[in-house]
Structure formats: C-alpha cells, structure tokens
C-alpha cells in the first residue's frame, strides 16, 4: 500500500515535470519566432533586390512593385484570391498550384485593379510590403531599393518574446522589418537599344 509520503512525492514530480515542460516550450515558441523572423528578413532582402533590379532594367515603378510582392509572397500571410474554397474539398495541393500559375497573370496586370483580381495576399492588402527607390551612395548609375514591412508575429507568447513589437488593429504584435539592396542603373542599355 502507498503511504501518504509516496503520493506526495508523485504529486510534487508531476508539478515539476509540468513546470519543466512549459519552461521548455516557451523556450521552443521563441526559438521557433525568431528563427521565423529571421527567414522573413531574408525574403525582404531578396525583395529588395527584385526590386533595385527591375528599375535596374528600365522599368516603371508598378512593375517593381510587383516584382517586389511577387518575391515577398513567402511572408505574405494567407492568400485571399483566388480563395481555396474554389478548388473544393479535394483542392489540398492544387490550390498552391493554382496560385503558382496565377504570378504571370499577376506580373502582366497592368493596373492594381486588375492585378487584386489575379492574385492577393493579406499583407498585401494591408498594403505591405511597401517599396522605394532612389540612388545608392554607390555613386552615379546605381539605384537603391528600400523594403519594409510590419511583420506580424503570430507565435503563442510571441509579445512577451519580442516585447517592443507593436500590435495592429487586431492585437497581432507586429516587427517593423526592412531591407536595402542596389544595383547599378542599366536602363539605358535596355530601353534606347544601343548595345
């Protein structure tokens, strides 16, 4: 028969194993938060770089602004048009797809109206990511593209791991991110024909 002393004991090691298991998973949601956070400062200098290249090349500030989305598309939260629920039941992996084959489409709209109808994401309505471009202090002949974006951090606790975070409207902390990237300014190569 178990003696009072035991039950005590099997109580206090549950206390601590519960204790030690939450400690623990806080640990893993806030490796897991920045490790995210990290991966995403990495899609914004990729976008950045999209985005000093293709006004690099010659072109408007519309079409590095998609270039800009289209490269920050990892980060972009949920994706609203096309929603899944066209696909049906079944549509699992063909929805990723669908929306795959939805970029070009994307990329040759000529208008924002048109382009929301193609594809969207929630940040992007939102109206991040949010570009520009000016000249680099590389010197004459380079440009310079900024990105930034208020990424939302959505990590169980992630407020008490990243307590400077401002939350939006919604109460979703958010991390102001940006990123720079230059390249030199090539457009007269490309759009007055000379080789």
Known sequence: MASATDATRAGQALVETLLASLAILLALFGLLQVALASGAREVLRHAAARAARAKSVGFNDWMAEKAVRVAAIPVSGRRTVPADDWLGEDGGGRAAVAAASRIPGYLGAENRARASWVLSYEEWERGWPV????T?????????ASVRMDYPLRMPLAGFFVPFAEKDEDGTPRLPMSATAAAPDQSRLYLS???
């Open 136 to 144: 680099s202090p590389l010197g004459e002949g380079a440009l310079r």
């Open 193 to 195: 024909g000379a080789r």
């Open 131 to 134: 570009f520009s471009v000016g």
